[in-house]
């Protein structure tokens, strides 16, 4: 069965990416500078479905805009047993769109999502790799993030839906969090390696602001952030001349406030 076909419909994606990366370096030490820009926009109008039979009775029109900058600054110092960088991170988002739906029948008009959000981040981190024996290495990592997100919508539900109302969903949530890594690498052969690991993640919260088919202010609540506890053992190996590669890891998962689907 099929169920979407642009059946000649508009569809237009606009993208622009830009990278400027500058590096300078003395001896050991180093400073890198990273700047981006990534500006999106995307456009799908009078989507049809005939998998469903429904002609032009059913459209969906669907619009998303994109603009994010992002700014690195590194410090790096490298000898013969020791690698190690520190630097700061910021990153602007700014994202709006629009779904509907639309059509010549009783679909016309039957739900509409005008939202944006604004996403700013900032975080320190730093790295280091120490190679304590011929062939072992330490690796440690620290990293603060900060991050606030705001939100607005103006969502319509219409009959078809349970309406006709109208909602005005907005908020914000801000994160702190400081997430670290530790890990030893011992090349225990010229062909194998045995490691461990040790690391806590983050995923900032959020809102399902951009959603579809939405119909009560519950479902626009935001979102906690999730944070993930890890813990790998394993082996990296070669074996026969390097003819058969042979990888095991066992690991273990902690997740705290996952986000994902219900």
Known sequence: VELYEPAERAQDNDHLR???????SNGPWAIRSLTGYVSTE???????????G???????NFEANSRQFT???QLSYTQSNLFWV?????????????FDITGNTFAAGAYSNDWSQDTTAYALFANATWTVLPDVDVNAGLRWSSESKDFESDVFVGALFGGPTTLEPSGETE????????GIDWRAWDDGMLFLNISRGFKSGGSNIAGIFQTTLEEFEPFDS?????????LRSQW????????LTAFYYDYMDFQGFD
């Open 54 to 60: 429904m002609g032009d009775a059913l459209l969906t």
């Open 71 to 73: 700014q690195e600054l």
């Open 240 to 247: 026969f001349d390097r003819r058969v590669t042979l990888n």
């Open 18 to 24: 830009g990278t400027v990366d500058v590096n300078w």
């Open 175 to 182: 994160d702190e969090n400081v997430s670290y890594d530790f």
């Open 86 to 98: 520190a630097g700061a991170f910021f990153f602007d988002d700014s994202k709006d769109g629009r």
């Open 226 to 234: 999730e944070e993930l506890q890890s813990y790998e053992i394993g």
């Open 42 to 52: 995307r456009l799908a109008e009078d989507q049809s479905y005939p998998g469903l």
